[in-house]
């Protein structure tokens, strides 16, 4: 009975020093436990500037006009006086046609006109009738209509001052259903572009618009814009806009690849560095750290255009803020942050 009871006391005195021995090496973990580090990060401050809002798009360079030499009645083509490339100006005679058949259209047209003549004579006399005098005069009026409109056909001239960019026909054959030439006016030439529905209370007649051309590289030539048309396509939501560019030189040639820019005038934006923005995985979005008080902000921007290493902000980060430039691969919202100057100063 006495050894069982001593051997109980034994018991409970070695789990009280097994207790105690656990507490104290818990302890010990914890005070030797490192103090979580918080991530280094560079910062920049930035500020608002006035940026040019400039849009840049594509286009086609296309002739000012463009006219296709044709007649409304089948002839013979007995002369075509110019050839692909050939400038020519306005009122100038570029092809003749078979005339074969105005004699022949003359001499009706005079013995109409003697037949109204002479129908008039006897009206006045007492013989004959109005209802005679007018039929004779409508017929002689269309054969009038006829022979001017052959006339007209057989010697066809420019209506404007050009190049002729293409042929179709030669010598001796009939006209058909192709233009016999086709002329464009390349002084001046025009583009027409694409506008955003956003853009259209700022674009006015008369802007000036920068072009380059790829065949030229860097080389700006200037434009205006010359017409807006007044609607808006509902499918993309963008109106045209139609640019003359004066080409005084032609050097600038119908189908010749363009590039332009209009500048909109200038916002004050707050302009980052590129190294700032930060893309979210799966999704467009486009985020800056905002370091502010020790702790970072996930900030949602609205990108605006590039200007050489960094970007304007349309929205998302205020103006005079500190934004994270490296060590975002570490970052949250919330996050504690340390400095990158000052872990330099804490080792020095």
Not at 24 to 39: F, G, I, L, M, Y
Not at 104 to 113: A, D, G, P, V, W
Request: hydrophobic fraction near 40%.
């Amino acid at each position: 009975m006495k050894l069982s009871v001593t051997f109980g006391w034994a018991c409970v005195a070695i789990a009280l020093i097994a207790s105690c021995s656990k507490k104290a090496s818990d302890e010990n973990v914890q005070e030797v436990q490192p103090e979580v580090e918080k991530p280094i990060v560079k910062v920049e401050l930035v500020t608002e500037e006035s940026v040019p809002q400039t849009t840049d798009y594509t286009a086609t360079v296309e002739a000012y006009k463009t006219n296709n030499i044709t007649t409304s009645t089948m002839n013979r083509i007995k002369n075509i006086l110019v050839d692909v490339g050939s400038n020519v100006r306005a009122g100038q005679t570029v092809v003749i046609l078979d005339d074969v058949n105005i004699a022949q259209m003359e001499l009706r047209l005079n013995n109409q006109k003697k037949d109204y003549d002479r129908a008039l004579q006897l009206l006045e006399i007492g013989g004959g009738t109005q209802q005679q005098v007018d039929q004779l005069r409508t017929e002689y009026e269309a054969a009038q209509r006829s022979y001017q409109n052959m006339v007209e056909n057989t010697r066809l001239v420019s209506p404007i001052n050009g190049v002729v960019t293409a042929r179709n026909f030669d010598n001796g054959d009939m006209t058909g259903q192709l233009p016999i030439l086709t002329i464009e006016q390349i002084q001046p030439v025009k583009v027409i572009i694409n506008v955003a529905e956003k853009e259209f209370s700022k674009i006015k007649i008369g802007m000036p618009v920068s072009i380059k051309l790829d065949v030229y590289g860097e080389e700006e030539f200037s434009g205006k814009v010359s017409l807006i048309y007044p609607t808006i396509d509902a499918s993309t939501r963008t109106f045209q806009v139609e640019i003359n560019i004066a080409n005084a030189n032609t050097r600038i040639r119908p189908g010749m690849f363009a590039r332009v820019q209009i500048n909109y005038g200038n916002e004050t934006r707050v302009v980052v560095p590129d190294l700032a923005i930060v893309k979210q995985t799966g999704s467009g979005n486009r985020y800056v750290y905002v370091y502010e008080n020790g702790k970072v902000s996930f900030n949602r921007v609205e990108l605006g255009r590039r200007i050489g290493n960094r970007y304007e902000l349309i929205s998302g980060v205020p103006n005079n803020s500190q934004v994270v430039v490296s060590g975002q691969s570490f970052l949250a919202d919330g996050v504690e942050v340390q400095l990158a100057n000052e872990e330099i100063a804490a080792i020095q």
